[in-house]
């Protein structure tokens, strides 16, 4: 139990274009789920964390209206990162909250989405 | 707000032989504590958690402790396997604060040579 994935696992697309990225949980339902950033040899960066049925929370120096985010259900979020550049390029994944007390303030992590933009 | 520091940043061992790292956080308000093993290419997967009212907890080869007077707490593998070469990452939060926003340590990649 407890598979969070996500879609696609990789995209090229041109500079100036949107990309949209899926991330479902698929086993267990997420009122909260988050998504990271990762550069090659680095840890995870918390982008932002979106709830179901409200606005995410961003966190510092990520620009909301580049990295749009949309939380319609307990199990997919959305993360469209609009007019990408070549900057963009990296490796997005999204993690989902488990809302259960035994599992309380357990994330649990997609297999990621290699994003790169020429 | 929290910071943890994660040692080593890269650890060699022969396979069987053990393996620990360890992590230090700063806030004293966390209370739950996870590791995760990343694959090159892949998502990070939780391999084992421990919350503050335990102190050590064990699952097969893996175990975790953690003492809360330091503010520390630590992984260990025994009997490494090459197939347990990968980055692992610990990491802190304080569930119900903020959401649960996991904070997390810079990472060890862990090498088990056959």
């Known amino acids: 139990g407890a598979v969070v994935s996500q879609h696609p696992s990789w995209v090229i697309c041109k500079s100036g274009t949107s990309v949209k990225i899926e991330c479902r949980s698929l086993?267990?339902?997420?009122?909260?789920m988050f998504w990271y950033r990762q550069f090659p040899k680095q840890s995870l960066m918390l982008m932002a964390t979106?709830?179901?049925?409200?606005?995410?929370?961003?966190e510092q120096g990520v620009e909301k209206d580049k990295f749009l985010i949309n939380h319609a259900s307990l199990t997919l979020s959305t993360l469209t990162v609009t007019s990408a550049h070549p900057e963009d390029s990296s490796f997005y994944i999204c993690?989902?909250?488990?809302?259960?007390?035994?599992?309380?303030?357990?994330?649990?992590f997609g297999p990621g989405t290699r994003l790169t933009v020429l | 707000g929290e910071n943890v520091e994660q040692h080593p940043s890269t650890l060699s061992v022969q396979e069987g032989d053990s393996a620990v790292i360890k992590c230090t956080y700063s806030?004293?308000?966390?209370?739950?504590f996870p590791w995760y093993k990343q694959e090159l290419g892949k998502g990070p997967q939780l391999i084992i958690d421990?919350?503050?009212?335990?102190g050590e907890k064990k699952d097969q080869r893996i175990a975790v402790t953690l003492n809360k007077t330091a503010k520390h707490f630590s992984l260990h593998i025994t009997e490494t396997q090459p197939e347990d070469s990968a980055v692992y990452f610990c990491?802190?939060?304080?569930?119900?604060?903020?959401?649960?926003?996991?904070?997390f340590g810079k990472g060890t990649k862990l090498s088990v040579k056959p």
């Open positions: 993690s989902a909250l488990r809302a259960s007390w035994a599992h309380r303030g357990t994330q649990y």
């Open positions: 086993d267990f339902q997420a009122t909260t």
């Open positions: 979106s709830n179901e049925g409200s606005k995410a929370t961003y």
């Open positions: 806030d004293s308000a966390s209370n739950y």
């Open positions: 421990i919350r503050s009212n335990v």
């Open positions: 990491a802190a939060s304080i569930y119900g604060g903020s959401q649960g926003n996991l904070i």
